[in-house]
Nanobody, 116 residues
Framework: QVQLVESGGDLVQAGGSLRLSCAVS????????MGWYRQAPGKQRELVAT???????NYGDFVKGRFTISRVNTKNTLYLQMNSLMPEDTAVYYC??????????WGQGTQVTVSS
């Protein structure tokens, strides 16, 4: 079965950086669209960034150049580099196999907390 394991979430001060990782197994990673999403308490899950098998990227409007999504197909791993973090970035971050419009497969999430 498809498994996704996120890591890298932490408590960080505003202005700091984190790199999230998502290790994927059970699917042909290199052939899949991948994405990062987040959900803050009391809010709906929202798209952070997506990346196609060809490396085409798309970001949520709130990212404003602060985050970078990348993938290493030889490692079956997806990354999200987050810089200039703000308290409003506090959320559980989820990795997904599939397009934004697909049900896809989801990881269990990793908590990112940004203190002011």
């Amino acid at each position: 079965q498809v498994q996704l394991v996120e890591s890298g979430g932490d408590l960080v001060q505003a202005g700091g950086s984190l790199r999230l990782s998502c290790a994927v197994s059970g699917t042909a990673f290199r052939l899949n669209d991948m994405g990062w999403y987040r959900q803050a308490p009391g809010k709906q899950r929202e798209l952070v960034a997506t990346i196609s098998p060809f490396g085409t990227t798309n970001y949520g409007d709130f990212v404003k150049g602060r985050f970078t999504i990348s993938r290493v197909n030889t490692k079956n791993t997806l990354y999200l580099q987050m810089n200039s973090l703000m308290p409003e970035d506090t959320a559980v971050y989820y990795c997904k196999v599939g397009r934004a419009s697909d049900d896809g497969y989801w990881g269990q999430g990793t908590q990112v907390t940004v203190s002011s």
